[in-house]
């Protein structure tokens, strides 16, 4: 084989990606390349979930500190909103994540956490107190 997976990943990668567009399928480094896929989905659940807390840290903010409330947050939420429809719209899979409470929960608690810090406050709920549809709602602020 060519490249080393353990070298140079990127290299690596492209070899893989040429091998596979020529159907060289004997040259392929299949452990590796399923791992690498599985690495990518994991990512792109984290990035999700990143942005979810956010959206809900900014949101809880938003409730919680009325007289604090300034153009960067309400940017803060929309962005983020924008962001996520954008990646729902690229892997729709990752829609089903919204149902799953497990990582649900882990987004509220790392929302929590983030909205804990940068106010100071801790009489945030334990479980989300909105929808999904009211999270994503571009209109939907709370009061």
Same mark, same amino acid.
């Given at each position: 084989?060519?490249?080393?997976?353990?070298?140079?990943?990127?290299?690596?990668?492209?070899?893989? !990606?040429?091998?596979?567009?020529?159907? /060289?399928?004997?040259?392929?480094?299949?452990?590796?390349? !399923?791992?690498? +896929?599985?690495?990518?989905?994991?990512?792109?659940?984290?990035?999700?979930? $990143?942005?979810?807390? *956010?959206?809900?840290?900014?949101?809880?903010?938003?409730?919680?500190?009325?007289? /604090? /409330?300034?153009?960067?947050?309400? &940017?803060?939420? &929309?962005?983020? /909103?924008?962001?996520?429809?954008?990646? *729902?719209?690229? +892997?729709?899979?990752?829609?089903?994540?919204? %149902?799953?409470?497990?990582?649900?929960?882990?987004?509220?608690?790392?929302?929590?956490?983030?909205?804990?810090?940068?106010?100071?406050?801790? $009489?945030?709920?334990?479980?989300?107190?909105? %929808? %999904?549809?009211?999270? *994503?709602?571009?209109?939907?602020?709370? $009061?």
């Amino acid at each position: 084989m060519g490249t080393a997976y353990e070298k140079d990943i990127v290299a690596w990668a492209n070899e893989q !990606a040429s091998f596979i567009r020529a159907g /060289r399928f004997d040259l392929v480094d299949a452990e590796h390349l !399923a791992e690498e +896929m599985e690495i990518m989905g994991k990512s792109e659940k984290r990035e999700l979930a $990143n942005r979810m807390a *956010l959206l809900l840290a900014h949101l809880l903010k938003w409730k919680h500190q009325p007289n /604090r /409330r300034g153009s960067s947050w309400q &940017k803060t939420i &929309k962005i983020q /909103r924008k962001e996520i429809a954008y990646e *729902l719209r690229d +892997m729709p899979s990752l829609k089903t994540l919204f %149902t799953d409470p497990e990582w649900a929960e882990l987004v509220w608690e790392k929302a929590v956490a983030q909205a804990e810090d940068e106010t100071g406050l801790d $009489n945030f709920s334990d479980t989300c107190i909105w %929808t %999904t549809e009211q999270i *994503l709602n571009q209109e939907f602020f709370p $009061n």
